[in-house]
C-alpha cells in the first residue's frame, strides 16, 4: 500500500539550530514530493516540489531534497517564526493512463523553535 | 492570503444533522479539492471536482457528498453527522485538474465543524 511517513512527529530547537525533517515513501512510481507548511488554525501552503532523486530546491532557511526513499526538509539556522507544521505529500494516481488522484500527506512534523 | 474563500469558518451542529460547506476557489482556478484533517488522521482526501464534474475521490463516506456549480464554487454536504465528523475541512485549488502539474495546491483557511 502507497504509504508517506514523517519523523520526528515533533521536534524542538532552539534558535540557530540546524536539523532535519524526514520523509519517507512506499510508492511505485513516484510522480513528484511536495512539502507544504501549516500554521495553527490555517491551510496548508505550498514549499516546494521535487520531482527525480538527487533534485534539491531551496527557499530562504529551508532546503528539500529527495531520494529513491525519502525526502529530507533541512533547516539551516531556523527562526522563531518557522515554528509550524511540515507535511510531505505525494501524488496517488487513479491508474489507467490518467493523470488525476489524489495528494496523499504525511502526518507531518510540528517544529518549534524557541528564542 | 491564498485567495480561497471557506464559509462559514466555525460551525457547531448536534448529532444527525446536515451542514453544508462552502469554498470559493481563486478566480480563475477550474479544480477544488476537499480535505478533511482531524488529530488522529492527519490530512485525508475527500474528493475533486474540475470544471464540475467529479476527477477523483478518495475515503469520502457515503453521508457525505459535494458539488461544483457553473461559476466554479464549491459545496460539500455533511449529513447524519456523528461525534467523530468533527474535524477541519479544507478546500484547496489550482488552475488545472492533473495532479502531476499542480502540486501547488492553494488552500483556504477552513471550515471547523464541532458535532456534539
Known amino acids: 500500500e502507497d504509504q508517506v511517513t514523517q519523523s520526528p512527529e515533533a521536534l524542538r530547537l532552539q534558535e540557530g539550530e540546524s536539523s532535519s525533517l524526514n520523509c519517507s515513501y512506499t510508492v511505485s512510481g513516484l510522480r513528484g514530493l511536495f512539502w507544504y507548511r501549516q500554521d495553527p488554525g490555517k491551510g496548508p501552503e505550498f514549499l516546494f516540489t521535487l520531482y527525480s532523486a538527487g533534485e534539491e530546491k531551496e527557499k530562504e532557511r529551508l532546503k528539500a531534497t529527495l531520494t529513491k526513499k525519502e525526502s529530507f526538509l533541512h533547516i539551516t539556522a531556523p527562526k522563531p517564526e518557522d515554528s509550524a507544521t511540515y507535511l510531505c505529500?505525494?501524488?496517488?494516481?487513479?491508474?489507467?493512463?490518467?493523470?488525476?488522484?489524489?495528494?496523499?500527506f504525511g502526518q507531518g512534523t510540528i517544529l518549534t523553535v524557541h528564542p | 492570503d491564498s485567495g480561497v474563500t471557506q464559509t462559514p469558518k466555525h460551525l457547531i451542529t448536534a448529532t444527525g444533522q446536515r451542514v453544508t460547506l462552502r469554498c470559493s476557489p481563486r478566480?480563475?482556478?477550474?479544480?477544488v479539492y476537499w480535505y478533511q484533517q482531524s488529530l488522529d488522521q492527519g490530512l485525508q482526501f475527500l474528493i475533486q471536482?474540475?470544471?464540475?464534474?467529479?476527477?477523483a475521490k478518495g475515503n469520502i463516506l457515503e453521508r457525505f457528498s459535494a458539488q461544483q456549480f457553473p461559476d466554479l464554487h464549491s459545496e460539500l454536504n455533511l449529513s447524519s453527522l456523528e461525534l467523530g465528523d468533527s474535524a477541519l475541512y479544507f478546500c484547496a485549488s489550482s488552475p488545472r485538474g492533473h495532479l502531476l502539474s499542480t502540486g501547488e495546491l492553494f488552500f483556504g483557511e477552513g471550515s471547523r465543524l464541532t458535532v456534539l
Open positions: 478566480s480563475g482556478d477550474l479544480s
Open positions: 505529500a505525494v501524488p496517488i494516481l487513479r491508474g489507467g493512463g490518467t493523470s488525476y488522484g489524489k495528494l496523499t
Open positions: 471536482y474540475y470544471n464540475g464534474e467529479e476527477r
